[in-house]
Each structure stands twice: as structure tokens, then as C-alpha cells.
């Protein structure tokens, strides 16, 4: 394997800049300053918290309903104004880092992202929480792919799928645990505390930024920023997940979701077209003639689809389907954090031997029979049978999360290592960002159409027009729309009607991503080992 010359970048102080080559293994370990392990630690921490944010809120979306009065909508923007912030920034914050240093990037997004959290907690509005979770995307950005550079330039060559692997099983064990921990923390505290715990832990990050990390900067990093590129792109993308958002409110035959989506195509086509013509384009779109490397992309947005948008429901179904606490909820999605936590190490080894293809298609394969799973749950479902579904998705998530990082990043060169990083959060990001849409406008459309006629059925006083939207709307949370002072068998048949009806849009959900899970699978079969797995010239120094 040929060693990647790098540019070792002058810390505070220094005169000069040296150039260096990865060490051969068993270099001597030289101080903290760049040593790879405690470089792992600390970016594991600042990567945390970005990771815990994209499910630990989702437990804590039926308190911020309640207690600022949002509307489902409104729920949905809560996720979605941070997913999509994050999807449409990603790649841009990766190519920064690429051009100033990880080291920098990576700092401002810990810092910007603690602030934007604490701003979020002292919110007492959905439309604060809502501005200040698109500033958490933001800063989030700065920090995912900046990470993942850091240890690409970092790490000897021999350790570097291990360090990977470890930082996957930290960014799949912080996902699947953030609703045991939002649980505790709402019930136990507030929703704001969801937020505010991010404060001491992003300062904890900086604190050990400030003190371990390195830049490194490849010898041959981009020199230019493509600007227009950077709106193409970032447009695109937004016309894209608001079309798709938008879709249940105006109607897929509207003219506005068609306007939005032919927007977003003539938007990636310009892009395309502008970044063939660019010197030093945002995305070389040369990396995607790696076959690997674009099925790793593309099964991470699918992946991502089935997890991030059943999970979104999932919290609904527990808490005001079963009536659980926060709490309760959480710890019924131990299997799922359990098998996260244990399965990620264990695929990171099986795939550094046996390379990524069959545990990447496996892992799928027990994502999409998990969902079908999900999709036979019913408001009288036991927590055996929930505890089978929820384990088995975990088991198969936990090799995806491990190998699509290697190869994606794998298989870009090392001065693209931002970019290749911003690839992989992007299209999770992505992917999460559609699943929500998508399920949700799948779970909305089959609730409006199902509430009517079970409403009816059940002999219910007629609603009028008004009256039912309000209704469909708090069922597809599964709320109960039961007026005060409702007779109490008015009642039950009211919340049998309406857990009823949010069981058959969840079900429809869940089938859809066991759909897009069995995609995924033919579309593992296409990934391979990175060929560019070489470390970058910080090894050097450990």
C-alpha cells in the first residue's frame, strides 16, 4: 500500500510546516497532541451528541406537542428542520474542512452546536425550536464529516477500520439510545433538558479538542470554493425533502409538490452539468464511477429511510397507543439499543476480515424482516413480541451503520476525505430527512382515508369538515380526539376508533420500509472494500 503524502498544518505558534508519511505499524506514541485513540475519544464525544439529537428528540416530541400546543406538522418540522438542515450542508461543510483544516471545522461545529441546543431548551416557542434545530443542523454539519477526516488523517493504515468501526458503533449506539435516555430525561426533568445536556457535553468535547486533535491537511487539498456549485446542490436538495414534506397537505396531483420536485431535477442536472466544467468542483463527480462507493451512498439514504421513519412512529405507538411513560417507552427499545451496542463491534471485525458485502446485505435483510415485523403490531401487542422486532432491527442496522462508513470513505482519496464524510452523513441525513417525509405522508394519506369510514362505522356524531381534520390530525399521532366532558363509553369507542385508524397508517408505514429495506439489500451486494484506505501523514506523530 503506497503512503498519502500530507501537509502537517502549523499549530498556534509554530514557524514552520512539515510534510510527512504514514508510519510503518508500531510507531512510537509522541505525547497527546495528535495521538490517534485519544483523537478517536474525543471527536466520539462532539459526534454524540449530533447523533444522539437525531433520535433523543423523537421521544420527546409528544411533550413539546403538549406543552407548546404544535400540531402533528409541526412535530414532523421539529425533525425535519434538523435533518434537513443537516442534509443540505453536509457536503459543504465536509469540503471545508477538506480547505481549512478538520481541526477548525470541527471545534466550531462543537461549539455552535452546544449553543444552538441551549438556545432550543430555553425556547417557548415551536417556532424558536424549530429556527434553532436548522442552526443545530448547521453547526452539526461542521462536525460530522470534520470528525471522520480527523481520523482518516490520523490512524495508521492497519488501524484504520478498526477506529471506523468504533466510531460507527458510537454513532449507532448513540442513535438507538437516545430514547432511553430523552426518555429519562423527560420524565424525570423536562423536554428542555433533552436539549440542555448538550451544553456540558459539548464543552467537555472542546475542552479535549483544544487539547488532542491536529490538523492535517492532504498535500494536494482543494485550493477553491465552488460557490454556485454550493447553491446548486444545496438548492436541489431543499426542493427536493419540501416537496416531499409539503406533499400530504397540498396533495401529490398539486401543482406546487410537481413545481418543487421538477425544481430539485433541474437542479441536480445544473449541478451536474456546472461540476463537470469546475477545476476543483464541491464533488468531483468522478468518485461516483466507483460503483462501491455509490452503492454505499445509496444504502445509506435507504437504510436510513426504514430506520430514522419507522422510529419516528414508533415513539407515537408507545407512548399514546400503550400509554407509556417516556421513560417506559425508552426502556422498550432496549432490545434495538442492546443489539446496536453489541452488534457494532462484532460487524466491525467481520467486515475488516471478511469484508463488507454479505454482513451489509445481511444486515438488511434482517432490517426489512424486522419492519414487516413492526407492521403486524397491534394496540393489544404484547412487549415479547415488540422486544422480537425491535432486537432483530438492531441486529441488522449495526453492520450497515460500521460498513457503509468503510466503504464510502474507503474508496475516495484522502484530500477528499471531508467531502467523502459529508457523503456518508448526507446521505443518512438525507435519508432520514425522506423517511419522515414519505411515512409520514403515507401514514397521514391512509389515516384520512380510513378515519371517516371507521368513524361511521363506530356510530359516532357526524364531524364536520373542520372538526375531522382536527381529528385525523391527532390521531396520526395517535391521540384520542375526545372532547371534555364526553360520556365514558363515547369515549372508549372514540379511542378505539382513533388507535385503530393510527395501527393501519403505522402498518402501511412499516410495509413500505421493509420495501425500501429489501431494496437495500440487492444494492449491498454491489459494495466492496475501500481501495483508498490509506492513513494520512498525522500517524506520523504517534
Known amino acids: 500500500m503506497t503512503s498519502q503524502t500530507t501537509v502537517d498544518a502549523t499549530e498556534p505558534g509554530d514557524k514552520t510546516s512539515r510534510t510527512s508519511t504514514a508510519p510503518t505499524a508500531g510507531a512510537p506514541e509522541r505525547g497527546l497532541r495528535g495521538h490517534p485513540w485519544l483523537t478517536l475519544v474525543s471527536v466520539a464525544i462532539g459526534v454524540m451528541m449530533v447523533a444522539l439529537d437525531g433520535t433523543i428528540v423523537a421521544i420527546a416530541n409528544p411533550a413539546i406537542a403538549k406543552d407548546l400546543g404544535a400540531s402533528f406538522a409541526d412535530v414532523q418540522w421539529i425533525t425535519n428542520a434538523y435533518f434537513l438542515s443537516l442534509a443540505v450542508t453536509l457536503i459543504t461543510a465536509g469540503k471545508l474542512g477538506d480547505r481549512f483544516g478538520h481541526r477548525q471545522t470541527f471545534l466550531i461545529g462543537v461549539v455552535g452546536f452546544a449553543a444552538a441546543s441551549g438556545a432550543i431548551g430555553l425556547s417557548n416557542s415551536i417556532a424558536f425550536v424549530v429556527t434553532f434545530r436548522v442552526f443545530q443542523g448547521l453547526f452539526g454539519a461542521l462536525l460530522m464529516p470534520a470528525a471522520l477526516g480527523l481520523l482518516r488523517a490520523t490512524f495508521p493504515a492497519e488501524k484504520l477500520n478498526m477506529a471506523i468501526g468504533i466510531w460507527g458503533m458510537v454513532i449507532g449506539a448513540s442513535t438507538a ?94 449541478f451536474s452539468f456546472w461540476e463537470n466544467r469546475m477545476k476543483e468542483p464541491l464533488i468531483p463527480l468522478a468518485l461516483f464511477r466507483s460503483v462501491p462507493l455509490s452503492a454505499g451512498v445509496v444504502l445509506m439514504v435507504l437504510m436510513a429511510i426504514a430506520f430514522m421513519g419507522g422510529l419516528f412512529f414508533v415513539t407515537f405507538y408507545l407512548q399514546n397507543v400503550h400509554g407509556m411513560t417516556p421513560v417506559d417507552a425508552g426502556l422498550h427499545l432496549l432490545p434495538l439499543t442492546g443489539m446496536m451496542i453489541v452488534g457494532s463491534p462484532l460487524a466491525g471485525a467481520v467486515i475488516t476480515k471478511a469484508g463488507p458485502r454479505i454482513p451489509l446485505a445481511g444486515g438488511m435483510v434482517l432490517t426489512a424482516v424486522a419492519m414487516f415485523g413492526m407492521s403486524r403490531l397491534e394496540a393489544g401487542t404484547g412487549s415479547a413480541v415488540m422486544s422480537i422486532w425491535f432486537a432483530l432491527l438492531g441486529l441488522g442496522l449495526a453492520p450497515v451503520m460500521v460498513g457503509a462508513t468503510e466503504v464510502i470513505v474507503g474508496n475516495a482519496p484522502m484530500e477528499l476525505s471531508g467531502v467523502a464524510g459529508g457523503l456518508q452523513q448526507a446521505a443518512m441525513q438525507i435519508g432520514g430527512s425522506l423517511g419522515t417525509a414519505v411515512l409520514g405522508a403515507v401514514m397521514a394519506s391512509r389515516v384520512d382515508g380510513d378515519l371517516p369510514g371507521n368513524w361511521a362505522a363506530a356510530k359516532l356524531p357526524p364531524l364536520t369538515p373542520a372538526q375531522l381534520d382536527m381529528a385525523s390530525q391527532a390521531v396520526q399521532q395517535g391521540v384520542a380526539p375526545v372532547p371534555k366532558g364526553v360520556p365514558t363509553a363515547i369515549a372508549a369507542k372514540i379511542t378505539g376508533v382513533a388507535h385503530d385508524t393510527f395501527i393501519s397508517g403505522m402498518s402501511l408505514a412499516c410495509l413500505v420500509a421493509a420495501g425500501v429495506a429489501a431494496v437495500a439489500v440487492l444494492v449491498a451486494l454491489l459494495t466492496k472494500r475501500g481501495e483508498n484506505g490509506e492513513a494520512g501523514a498525522g500517524a506520523a506523530h504517534i
Open 177 to 270: 439510545g437516545g430514547p432511553i435516555l430523552g426518555g429519562l430525561l423527560v420524565q424525570h426533568v423536562s423536554w428542555q433538558s433533552v436539549f440542555f445536556i448538550n451544553v456540558p457535553v459539548g464543552a467537555l468535547a472542546l475542552i479535549l479538542g483544544l487539547l488532542i486533535l491536529r490538523d492535517h491537511r492532504a498535500q494536494n487539498a482543494p485550493r477553491s470554493f465552488d460557490l454556485l456549485g454550493i447553491g446548486l446542490l444545496s438548492g436541489a436538495m431543499f426542493c427536493l425533502v419540501w416537496a416531499l414534506i409539503k406533499a400530504p397537505a397540498w396533495g401529490w396531483g398539486d401543482g406546487r409538490t410537481w413545481l418543487f420536485i421538477g425544481a430539485s431535477v433541474l437542479g441536480f442536472a445544473l
